[in-house]
């Protein structure tokens, strides 16, 4: 992304495009920065210029998944909600890959509310975004077996990096989908069996 310019709900409103370049503070974070914390302070919200972060929940055991993504001009609706209400952060938000983000701070956000019906519209399709993938994520728990899990989600970050090999250790996977290592490892051999990956040094390749 180039600007601000090209999210939909701002095409609209230049005026408001200038307000987030003033009043917005912009970051760049490689591969596996965390840039939101569990239960910390929510002091701005995050929008993505560039690249890819991943927003996981973690359980009182320690065990961890992946709620969904965010891409490039988008958004974090926890972050949105958590600040607005001066709450703690319920999730963690991890850089999936090398990302460029403006932080809005809070106070902005709520008067930008007031103000600009694009940035309403804006925090609106994300919400209705955000509330379907995690729809696909109970959905994907509930019914569905833990190989399908995985070959999804190595299919997702094939469509969101844009290449056929991941950088990516079966502890990460197993993180992301909730699971043990050993099941992740196991069924990732299946798969290398069965003709659709190919398994290195922290690396997947699919076929």
């Given amino acids: 992304m180039e600007s601000l310019e090209q999210i939909i709900s701002f095409k609209s409103s230049p005026s408001l495009v200038e307000k987030l370049y ?9 591969a596996g920065t965390v840039i939101l ?11 993505v ?4 972060l991943k927003v996981i929940r973690t359980e009182e055991d320690g065990r961890e998944i992946l709620l969904y993504y965010i891409k490039t001009g988008e958004s974090c609706i926890m972050s ?20 460029e983000i403006l932080f809005l701070p809070m106070a902005k956000v709520s008067l930008f509310i007031k103000e600009y019906p694009q940035w309403l519209d804006y925090i609106f399709r994300l919400y209705h975004k955000r509330f379907e993938e995690l729809l696909d994520v109970i959905n994907s728990i509930a019914f569905k077996k833990v190989d399908e899990r995985l070959l999804s989600l190595l299919y997702k970050k094939k469509e969101l990096t844009g290449k056929d090999t991941l950088s990516i250790t079966h502890e990460q996977l197993a993180n992301e989908l909730g699971t043990a290592r050993a099941v992740v490892s196991r069924l990732l051999k299946q798969l290398e069996d069965n003709g659709v990956l190919q398994l290195g040094r922290n690396k997947i390749t699919l076929m």
């Fill in 22 to 30: 003033e009043y917005g503070m912009q970051k760049n974070y490689d």
């Fill in 37 to 47: 914390h569990e239960n910390a302070c929510i002091q701005a919200i995050p929008i």
């Fill in 49 to 52: 210029m560039k690249g890819t």
């Fill in 80 to 99: 949105f909600l958590g600040g607005l209400h001066n709450e703690p952060s319920k999730v963690k938000a991890e850089v999936e890959e090398e990302a």
